[in-house]
């Protein structure tokens, strides 16, 4: 399974990502990946196979800010690359997300992406939640309302509780909590983070699929 981990604070977040990335290694995982904001900008680093490499790139492109996501990640659609590792970032390189599931109709979500305008950097089906985040954006929505288009009454529960994606985006804040059943949003800086209890959902139905 996946590891997710996110920092918001007044501390330097790319060496708390990296420790807790190391504390979730005994989970498994092929390739792994963070972004970093600071001044309203996103940066993004990952790297295929372990966190040593992860390690190695960070150490040669360091960052200051304080507010950052992580990710460790178990390849189900696509090889184990830097290419399909986390975070993904949409168009614009202004949003990112890290996810922990699998994204069922992914593909028929993506072909109507692609025929918008969009470009996929990845095989991933995670990719086309941060795509369809930006659609909801350009339209003037909050990040918390956006999410809430993408996710909420989608991604229904029956079994694990488990967070399944991490988002991030330099011009939103976010706050409150849906029902219990779909999503839990934390107040951070500029961060939010949904908690569906499955391991897999259809964005575009109306129940989850456990694994």
């Known amino acids: ?28 995982y092929d390739s792994a990946g963070v972004a970093v904001e600071k001044s309203g900008a996103l940066t993004v680093l990952r790297a295929e196979g372990k966190l040593d490499n992860l390690a190695t790139t960070v150490s040669t492109h360091p960052i200051e800010g304080t507010t950052g996501i992580g990710h460790t990640r178990w390849a189900t659609h696509g090889r184990p690359t830097e290419q399909n590792a986390h975070p993904h970032v949409d168009c614009s390189g202004a949003t990112a997300v890290i996810h922990n599931g699998i994204i069922e109709n992914f593909a028929e979500l993506k072909e109507p992406l692609i025929a918008g305008g969009h470009h996929f950097s990845s ?11 930006e ?77």
């Not at 996946?2 to 498994?28: F, N, Q, S």
């Not at 095989?123 to 985040?133: F, G, K, S």
């Open 1 to 28: 399974m996946c590891g997710i981990v996110g920092y918001v604070g007044p501390r330097t977040a790319l060496p708390l990502l990296m420790d807790g990335l190391r504390r979730l290694e005994y989970r498994g």
């Open 123 to 133: 095989d991933t089906d995670t990719e086309v939640v941060v795509h369809l985040l």
């Open 135 to 211: 659609d909801e954006l350009k339209k003037g929505a909050s990040l918390e309302v956006a999410a809430g288009a993408v996710f909420t009454q989608q991604c229904v529960d029956d079994a694990l509780d488990s967070p399944i994606a991490r988002g991030w985006n330099g011009q939103h804040r976010v706050s409150g909590e849906q029902n219990s059943h779909s999503t839990e949003q934390w107040r951070g800086n500029q961060a939010i983070t949904w908690r569906p209890k499955a391991c897999s959902c259809r964005l575009a139905g109306r129940r989850a699929a456990t694994q």
